[in-house]
């Protein structure tokens, strides 16, 4: 079933999905649009009609410097020439290198790498990490996280635990941590009088009240996202927020994860967001844009503090991946470096953004657009079927995937959260669609690309608003 045959079948309001049939039957649970991709260069993918669409959302907020560069293919051949893996307890001159030159455009206290190969395990890695930090100094009854509701950190059971998501819980929880949560600042509820420096500060201090109720002596770290998750997809908080977050966990000796995956490389105009704020965590999980999404590769960016006693000590991590430090992951990694360096990508996105962010008053004006909101070349747009009520459109009307189809139907690839269907009658807000091309876009390109997501707003809120 073609898509465009789903779109005008008023039965199926779904893109059409590639039947489970050829060698398609042996891809379990989930099947992918009938969309197959040939080819993709620079902001651009080529299916195997020919149809050209933007990337429009950079797979899942992971391709930034752009897709096909002969660079990254010319440092993989390179390095395949030589060897494509080795065992992680060799020496492998890769690894040493990826390793200096995050260090070198890390924070001054981040000067430790381990490598990893994707978000999930990054995160799950620096859990673990921040439980045996604890036990060597001293303090073995801190194990427990803090995180947000509705944040999204990986999908091993560790990293599920953080999310403070009830629809995991339905399934897993009998396997899962049973962690702390706190609500994630938002401004939804922000009272007109009070300013965001203020309102930072007290919604940082949610995080005191949640210690205070459930011992601080047990908690081992906090971890977050430099901008919010969830329904608050791309919400920045003030510096001020930070700082406080700071403050509290230095008091009660707890460990500030922060959780760059999707910020990290460029994409909000820093290298690093917490650059932002002047705000220096324990630990810094990285992945997706570290390699510009061409092979698997995350980082733990770990701080002296938390380094110092495995070094005094020569205490061993307990933790061991089969691929950690790929080579062929770590000569990509090293490759992105040196592109985004060489393309000055990183100021590219700070002037971009400008340009990115001109549209938002234009998507505002529809009646299905709460929000827009983002940094750099992050933009989040908040879709709604009433900004009065600012909730999403009920689970049957299968608006999400009616979106993503009108959406291909007119040159634009996006990342489909599928949050809308998740949602709960407790947390009914708005679905978050993430707009972060890769950060090698051009202005006629950002243009074009606003365009066409313009025509497929209306067209979408046609068929559902009549």
Known sequence: MLIQQSIRNTDQIIPGMLAPEGPWRHCFSHYPFDVELALAEGVYLYDTNGKRYIDASGGPMAVNIGHGDPRMKAALSEQFDRYAYVHPTFANRRRAELCEALVAIASPSLNAVYLCSGGSEAVDSAVKLARQYHVLTG????????SYFESYHGMTLATMSLAGNPAYRKTFDPVMSDWLHMAQYSEVNMPPDVSRDAWGVQCAQELERVLYFNNPGTVAAFIATPH????DYGLVPPASYWREIRRICDEHNILFIADEVVTGFGRTGRMFAMEHFDVEPDLMTLAKGISGANL?????LVSDKVNEPFR?????FLHGFTFQGHPMACAAGLATLQILHDDKLVEH????????????????????????????????MELVESTERREYFDVDKGAERLFQAYALKNGLAFYGTLYGPRRSAAVRRGLPMMICPPLCIQRDQIDDMMDRLDTTLSEWEQRLLG
């Open 139 to 146: 303090a073995p009854g801190k194990y427990r996280m803090v």
């Open 312 to 316: 005094k000590d020569g205490a061993y």
């Open 296 to 300: 698997p590769l995350a980082a733990i």
């Open 349 to 380: 996105a700070a002037a971009m953004s400008p340009r990115l962010f001109e549209h938002a008053e234009r998507l505002k004006a529809h009646p299905t657009v709460a929000d827009v909101r983002g940094w750099g070349l992050f933009m989040a």
């Open 228 to 231: 919010g998750a969830g329904a």
